[in-house]
């Protein structure tokens, strides 16, 4: 077994030597005449403790003391005093001096007073073992969390994927517009502040808003005239069939509120449920603006795209009815541009 090592600094050879033989035995000793002299040993060699007169010249006990402690804080320091210094000892205490020995200096009393300050060294240094083991713990867990996170992310970006190409094999105008009104939402969504994961999720969400849709028939879907109120209303379904589709993939839980309420309406004379105002989620309420916006921006069989400034109109017209003023406040302020919108391609 490794004997620990003692370190003993004593501008006198009698004390230093007597300390020395009194321990050599039991520890590996090495011995200073100084404080300066111990600080460099001690920079060189790893000590588990040292033994000091604090009256030296050039740098007393104490400033040895403190220099000791800022630059080996684990090491332990037991002091020797005179009679005449004994509360400047105490004092040494509040400086992390382990403990004090009074000279003339018992035997029996040195090799005490130096296992406790020992003993109190491996407890600290069993204490940074299981603190060192903890962290590499939690270290290894952050990292598996961090890897299960990474892989979910994988799973929901194939499965975000997936839905949009079963939506563009059903109706290439809705593909083409969920991207669009995805792009659209996360820019609202970052200009009213918030975070970058919510945004990041709203972005997901607002790309299969309108998953729905491929449980609505394509011959209605694809329609060049007006729908009848029949049509219409299996068309007002395709939020809850959305809905009912991410319910069952877990990490897709988020997207929901965003496919069930996107078409939900501030004055409460929305669909599905008639929610109003803010009872509608915040999510919602960014894609609902975002895919009217693209919805009125785009070229339909019906009709042609309406310009920006027809669009800034109907925004301002039903701002507070329809949409959420908040999310028109920031596309009518500037916060918010569509000038992309006017160059895009389907």
Same mark, same amino acid.
């Given at each position: 077994?490794?004997?620990?090592?003692? +370190?003993?600094?004593?501008?006198?050879?009698?004390? =230093?030597?007597?300390?020395?033989?009194?321990?050599?035995?039991?520890?590996?000793?090495?011995?200073?005449?100084?404080?300066?002299?111990?600080?460099?040993?001690?920079?060189?060699?790893?000590? *588990?403790?040292?033994?000091?007169?604090?009256?030296?010249?050039?740098?007393?006990?104490?400033?040895? /003391?403190?220099?000791?402690?800022?630059?080996?804080?684990?090491?332990?320091?037991?002091?020797?005093?005179?009679?005449?210094? /004994?509360?400047?000892?105490?004092?040494?205490?509040?400086?992390?001096?382990?403990?004090? +020995?009074?000279?003339?200096?018992?035997?029996?009393? !040195?090799?005490? !007073?130096?296992?406790?300050?020992?003993?109190?060294? =491996?407890? #600290?240094?069993?204490?940074?073992?299981?603190?060192? @083991?903890? /962290?590499?713990?939690?270290?290894?867990?952050?990292?598996?969390? *961090?890897?299960?996170?990474?892989?979910?992310?994988?799973?929901?970006?194939?499965?975000?994927?997936?839905?949009?190409?079963? $939506?563009?094999?059903?109706?290439?105008?809705?593909?083409?517009?969920?991207?669009?009104?995805?792009?659209?939402?996360?820019?609202?969504?970052?200009?009213?502040?918030?975070?970058?994961?919510?945004?990041?999720? $709203?972005?997901?969400?607002?790309?299969?808003?309108?998953?729905?849709? !491929?449980?609505?028939?394509? #011959?209605?879907? #694809?329609?060049?005239?007006?729908?009848?109120?029949?049509?219409?209303?299996?068309?007002?379904?395709?939020?809850?069939?959305?809905?009912?589709?991410?319910?069952?993939?877990?990490?897709?839980?988020?997207?929901?509120?965003? &496919?069930?309420?996107?078409?939900?309406?501030?004055?409460?004379?929305?669909?599905?449920?008639? @929610?109003?105002?803010?009872?509608?989620?915040?999510?919602?309420?960014?894609?609902? &603006?975002?895919?009217?916006?693209?919805?009125?921006?785009?070229? =339909?069989?019906? =009709?042609?795209?309406?310009?920006?400034?027809?669009?800034?109109?109907?925004?301002?017209?039903?701002?507070? @009815?329809?949409?959420?003023?908040?999310?028109?406040?920031?596309?009518?302020?500037?916060?918010?541009?569509?000038?992309?919108?006017?160059?895009?391609?389907?």
């Amino acid at each position: 077994m490794t004997k620990e090592n003692i +370190l003993v600094i004593d501008d006198e050879l009698a004390p =230093r030597e007597s300390i020395r033989m009194v321990l050599k035995d039991k520890y590996t000793v090495s011995t200073a005449t100084g404080a300066h002299e111990g600080l460099d040993m001690m920079s060189e060699k790893s000590v *588990d403790l040292v033994v000091m007169d604090i009256k030296m010249p050039v740098m007393d006990g104490i400033t040895a /003391l403190q220099q000791i402690k800022k630059k080996h804080p684990d090491t332990e320091v037991v002091l020797l005093t005179a009679y005449a210094s /004994l509360d400047t000892a105490r004092d040494a205490i509040r400086f992390g001096a382990f403990d004090y +020995l009074l000279k003339p200096f018992d035997k029996d009393n !040195v090799l005490l !007073v130096v296992e406790k300050g020992l003993k109190k060294r =491996r407890a #600290n240094k069993g204490l940074q073992m299981e603190r060192d @083991i903890l /962290l590499d713990r939690a270290t290894y867990l952050e990292e598996q969390v *961090d890897s299960a996170r990474s892989n979910i992310m994988k799973y929901y970006e194939g499965t975000v994927e997936a839905l949009n190409s079963t $939506i563009d094999a059903k109706d290439h105008y809705t593909f083409n517009h969920s991207s669009r009104v995805a792009q659209l939402s996360s820019q609202l969504a970052a200009a009213f502040g918030v975070d970058e994961k919510t945004t990041k999720e $709203i972005k997901h969400a607002a790309s299969i808003h309108d998953i729905g849709k !491929v449980g609505i028939e394509e #011959n209605i879907l #694809n329609k060049n005239g007006k729908l009848t109120d029949d049509e219409y209303e299996l068309i007002k379904k395709h939020p809850v069939i959305g809905a009912r589709i991410i319910q069952s993939i877990p990490f897709l839980e988020e997207a929901i509120p965003v &496919v069930l309420y996107h078409h939900e309406r501030y004055d409460g004379k929305g669909y599905p449920e008639g @929610i109003e105002g803010e009872n509608i989620p915040l999510v919602a309420r960014i894609v609902g &603006v975002a895919d009217a916006v693209d919805a009125m921006m785009s070229d =339909r069989p019906y =009709r042609d795209a309406l310009s920006i400034d027809k669009v800034s109109n109907e925004l301002k017209r039903c701002s507070g @009815i329809q949409f959420d003023s908040k999310m028109v406040d920031l596309i009518l302020s500037g916060k918010v541009s569509l000038d992309w919108l006017t160059k895009k391609s389907d």
